[in-house]
């Protein structure tokens, strides 16, 4: 399937080619897309759930190193991106 990670579990490996030979390939295949599309949702919804924590630690830590004059781009970027997960819509894509 185009644009998913390549299988390296040998038992989800053995899953898929199962589904494979029970549904048939194109069967199979749409299974193993919603399967996907569900993990991604579960997913980024227990980072919208931690997002306003991790926030709050990287606005903390950001402050801490500027106050000891030390680099801040690297948590300048976690922070961006925390912010942005904490920013987006709880709505399911459609």
Same mark, same amino acid.
Request: hydrophobic share 40%; with cysteine.
């Given at each position: 399937?185009?644009? +998913?990670?390549?299988? !390296?579990?040998?038992? $989800?490996?053995?899953? !898929?080619? =199962?589904?494979?030979?029970?549904?048939?390939?194109? +069967? &199979?295949?749409?299974? $193993?897309? *919603?399967?996907?599309?569900?993990?991604?949702?579960?997913?980024? %919804?227990? +980072?919208? !759930?931690? %997002?306003?924590?991790?926030?709050?630690?990287? *606005? +903390?830590?950001?402050?801490? %190193? !500027?106050? &000891?004059?030390? %680099?801040?781009? /690297?948590?300048?970027?976690?922070?961006?991106? $925390?912010? /942005?997960?904490? =920013?987006?819509?709880?709505?399911?894509?459609?």
């Amino acid at each position: 399937m185009p644009g +998913q990670k390549p299988i !390296k579990s040998d038992s $989800w490996a053995w899953f !898929k080619a =199962e589904l494979d030979r029970l549904l048939g390939s194109d +069967q &199979a295949a749409a299974l $193993w897309d *919603e399967l996907t599309r569900r993990r991604r949702m579960e997913s980024d %919804a227990k +980072q919208r !759930k931690r %997002a306003a924590r991790e926030v709050a630690y990287f *606005e +903390q830590h950001l402050a801490d %190193a !500027k106050a &000891a004059g030390r %680099a801040t781009a /690297r948590i300048e970027a976690c922070l961006a991106r $925390w912010r /942005r997960i904490a =920013e987006s819509s709880d709505d399911p894509p459609s």
